[in-house]
Each structure stands twice: as C-alpha cells, then as structure tokens.
C-alpha cells in the first residue's frame, strides 16, 4: 500500500486508528475455545465488527508464536482474511526484527512477501545493513522503533551519545538511508512531550504510536505535538479495545470502545 493510499482512507474514516490484534486465550471469551481456531474466530469477530472504524490492524507476532504452528496458522488466516476482505486496511505485522543483512532480507520475505503484509517493526540497534534490505521492497514500510513506550526506553533511547540522545541519532541517521521514504516510526504514546522534538527531525514521516489504553498514553496529548498535516499518526490500542469483555458480546465492546477513539479523532481532524 502507499503512503497515499494510506492518507486517503483516513480521511474517509475520520480515523488514524490501529487495532492490535495481541490474541491471549487466557483472555478470549472461553466459548471460542471450542471453535477449530479460536484466535482465528476471534479476530474475525474483531474484525467483522471494527473494520469501519479502524484503518489499521497491528497483530503483535509474539502471540501467534506463543502458539507454535497452530499460532502461526492463524496468523496466516487473519492476515488473508484482512488482504480479501479489506484491502484498503494497512495491515502491520508486529515483529520487531533486523539483524545481519542477508538475514533481514529473509525476514523481509517473510513478513512482506509470504504473509503480504503491508508493514513490519523493525529494530534499529545493528544499524543501516540490517534495516535497508526492508526498505527495498517497493510500497511496503519499515516501522523503526524510535521512542519507545515502555520504562526501559530510559536505559538507552534518552542516553546521550555524542551530546544528543540515542533516539534522536535513530531518526537523523536513517532519515539518510537508501529509500527511507518506506520508514516510519515507532514513539510511545506514553512519551508525548517528546514528539515536538521529534517533528522537528522528521516533519512528515508516519508515527506508529502504541500506548492509548492500557499503558495509559493520553490521545490529546499525542496530535497536539505529533499530528502533520496529513495526520502522519497511527494510534494503536490492543488490550484496550479487543478485551473490552470476555462475554458473547465481546465483539460489539470492541466496537464500543474503537467508536469512542475514532469519534476523540474525528474531533480532532475537524480542528
Ligand atoms: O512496536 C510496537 O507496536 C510497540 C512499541 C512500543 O514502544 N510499545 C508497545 O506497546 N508496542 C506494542 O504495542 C502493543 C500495545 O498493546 P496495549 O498496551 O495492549 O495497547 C503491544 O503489541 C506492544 O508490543
């Protein structure tokens, strides 16, 4: 998908939203565990009921593998379901790869061409070799994780390195990369007084802002200093949204609690 492709639907949808899809079966409904794959009926039901609202699904890779091959079927089955049924949706396999090059390239394969996903996280710690084998691939997107939203994004990330903090060496120097047009970024939305900083490094590129919801991260605060012209803002919320409840409505919750972001980021659009 382009970046354009991408900005047009959010117009439309009045929404910068991202639903992640982080399925635990300690936390689905207990009737879905009688269905053939119950995570694969699950983020059906998700789906079906949130697709409108959201113009992004983020299934976070960690929750399909806990799973072995029954795991990673279904992640093969959500993401076909979302290519057939809604491939106007911008689908971000969360998998926080990169290493060596030929390795990343393999990694790239897999996420880009075998699973036709439209983005991937990508860690940016074993530098330009490891991440330009992502960026080759022509329309698809490489998430780097700038700022992230957890407390140990203070170990590293914030530490200053020649006079300037590690975060802000992630987004100068990959800015200069072979066709960093495909970059986007990863800023928690638990770090929101950092994202002016930001802007002035990367005025325009795409964020993936993970943190609304359970972490606590404030949408306000996000697009007061984040949003571009063209939004340039992926909101994501997992637990938030996809556990509203554990009852026979749970799909329905979810929708409830999508609805409410995506009108807080309607409102904000009319601004
Ligand atoms: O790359 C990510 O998506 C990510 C980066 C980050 O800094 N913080 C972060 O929480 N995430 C992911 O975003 C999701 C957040 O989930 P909730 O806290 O349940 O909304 C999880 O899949 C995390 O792995």
């Not at 007061?224 to 063209?230: E, I, L, Q, S």
């Amino acid at each position: 998908m382009t970046t354009d492709q991408l900005i047009l639907q959010i117009k439309q949808k009045k929404s910068f939203l991202c639903i992640g899809l982080d399925v635990d079966l300690d936390k689905i409904p207990q009737h879905l565990l009688k269905e053939e794959d119950p995570i694969f009926a699950f983020n059906k039901a998700i789906i079906d009921a949130t697709h409108h609202l959201c113009v992004a699904y983020k299934p976070n890779t960690a929750f399909y593998e806990a799973y072995g091959i029954r795991g990673w079927k279904a992640l093969e089955k959500t993401i076909a379901y979302l290519n057939e049924k809604h491939p106007e949706i911008f689908t971000i396999a969360d998998a926080k790869r990169g290493d060596i090059g030929n390795t990343s390239t393999m990694y790239a394969k897999a996420f880009f061409e075998d699973l036709a996903f439209d983005s991937v996280t990508v860690a940016p710690y074993m530098g330009k070799d490891s991440v330009e084998p992502f960026l080759a691939f022509k329309n698809k997107h490489t998430i780097l994780l700038a700022l992230t939203s957890n407390k140990g994004a203070f170990d590293f990330q914030t530490q200053e390195v020649d006079g300037k903090e590690l975060y802000k060496h992630v987004l100068e120097t990959s800015k200069r990369w072979k066709n960093s047009q495909n970059l986007m970024y990863v800023v928690g939305a638990t770090k929101a007084e950092y994202l002016a900083e930001i802007r002035k490094i990367i005025p325009e590129a795409f964020l993936l802002v993970p943190g609304v919801g359970a972490q606590g991260g404030n949408l306000q605060e996000v697009c007061k200093y984040g949003r571009t012209a063209n939004i340039g803002l992926l909101i994501n919320s997992s637990r938030g949204i996809i556990y509203a409840s554990k009852n026979e409505d749970f799909a329905k919750a979810a929708a409830l609690n999508a609805e409410a972001l995506q009108k807080e980021m309607a409102a904000i659009m009319s601004r």
